[in-house]
C-alpha cells in the first residue's frame, strides 16, 4: 500500500492466507458491496499479488469494482501523475465506470489536510474536451477514463504522460479489437506502453471467444507480462435438463 492512497487496505476486500477473498472494508460496505462477486472472489487475489489479468466474465458481474479496487490500492494521490487508465469503447460506459470511480474516491479515507485527494478525468468522444485541456494544463489527474479517440487526440498533443501509468485497463477487450476504428489505435497504445516497468495491465471482457489465442497475443505483442493469469467466471452454464418451455396463448375478448 502506497501512502496517500484514498482507499486504504482495512478498506478495501482483504485476502487471507488461502488467498481467498474473505474481509470486508468499511467503504466498500458503505456503497452496498457486501460480499464479493464470483469474479472479485477469484480475481482480486490475483490482481493484488501485482499480476496482469484477464477478466473474463458476463455483462454485470462485477468485474468494473474489481479493476477499481486494484486501482484504488495502488495510486499515491501525492504524486502528481496519470497513474491509472482506464481505455473503454463508447462514451456510455466511459461514463458508468468515471461514476463509480468517483463515488469510491468520495467513501475513501478522509485525507489529511495536507494530502490531495484523487481526480478522475473522464476524456471520452462527442464532447469539446474544452474542460479537460485546461485542466490538463494545470494538471495531470490520477486516473483518466477514456475512449481511444480522445486519448489518442491527448497523447499526440503530449498532453497526457504516461510514463508514470501503474495500472491500465482496457475495458470491453473484445468489443475494440473487433472495431474497425479501434483496433489500430488500441494495438499502438498497447505497443507504446508495454516498456513501461511495474505496470500491471488488465483487460476485461464479457466474450473472449478464442481466448487461448488471445492470451498468446497477449504475451507474443508484450501486451501483458507472460504471467498473465486468464479468470474466467460464471461461464454460461448449459440449459438445465430438466427445464422445460412452455407458452400459453391468451385471447383477448372483448
Ligand atoms: N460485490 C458486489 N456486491 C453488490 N453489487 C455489486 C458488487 N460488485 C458490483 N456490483 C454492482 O453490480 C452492477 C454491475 O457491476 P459492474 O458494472 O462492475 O459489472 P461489469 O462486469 O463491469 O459489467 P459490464 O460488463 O457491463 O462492464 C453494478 O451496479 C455494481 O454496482
Redesign the pocket.
Known amino acids: 500500500m502506497v501512502h496517500g492512497s484514498p482507499l486504504s487496505c482495512a478498506g478495501v476486500w482483504a485476502a487471507d492466507s488461502d488467498l481467498r477473498v474473505t474481509a470486508y472494508g468499511r467503504q ?1 460496505e458503505e ?7 464470483e ?2 472472489r477469484q480475481a482480486l487475489p490475483v490482481l493484488f499479488s501485482g499480476r496482469d489479468c484477464i ?1 473474463h ?10 479493476y477499481l479496487l486494484l486501482i484504488y490500492s495502488i495510486i499515491n494521490t501525492q504524486r502528481s501523475a496519470v497513474q491509472a487508465l482506464i481505455v473503454v469503447p463508447t462514451r456510455e ?1 466511459g461514463m ?2 468515471a461514476k ?1 470511480a468517483r463515488m469510491l474516491a468520495a467513501k475513501a479515507d478522509q485525507p489529511e489536510p495536507e494530502n490531495k485527494p484523487c481526480t478522475i478525468m473522464a476524456l471520452l468522444d462527442g464532447g469539446t474536451l474544452k474542460r479537460q485541456k485546461s485542466w490538463l494544463k494545470a494538471e495531470p489527474p490520477t486516473i483518466i477514463v477514456g475512449t481511444l479517440g480522445s486519448l489518442c487526440q491527448m497523447l499526440e498533443k503530449q498532453m497526457i504522460k504516461l510514463e508514470s501509468m501503474r495500472v491500465l485497463v482496457i ?2 477487450v473484445d468489443f475494440m479489437f473487433n472495431s474497425s476504428s479501434q483496433v489500430s489505435s488500441l494495438r499502438k497504445l498497447l505497443i507504446s506502453y508495454s516498456s513501461i516497468n511495474n505496470r500491471q495491465t488488465i483487460f ?3 466474450s473472449i471467444p478464442q481466448h487461448r489465442r488471445f492470451l498468446y497475443d497477449c504475451i507474443q505483442q508484450k501486451w501483458t507480462k507472460a504471467d498473465v493469469v486468464h479468470i474466467h467466471a460464471n461461464p454460461v452454464q448449459p440449459m438445465p435438463a430438466r427445464l422445460q418451455h412452455r407458452f400459453l396463448v391468451s385471447q383477448l375478448l372483448n
Not at 466474465?57 to 474489481?66: H, I
Open positions: 466498500v456503497l452496498g458491496y457486501l460480499t464479493p462477486t469474479i472479485q477478466l466474465a458476463q455483462t454485470g458481474s462485477g468485474k468494473t469494482l474489481a460506459l458508468q465506470v463509480v475495458d470491453e476485461a471482457s464479457a
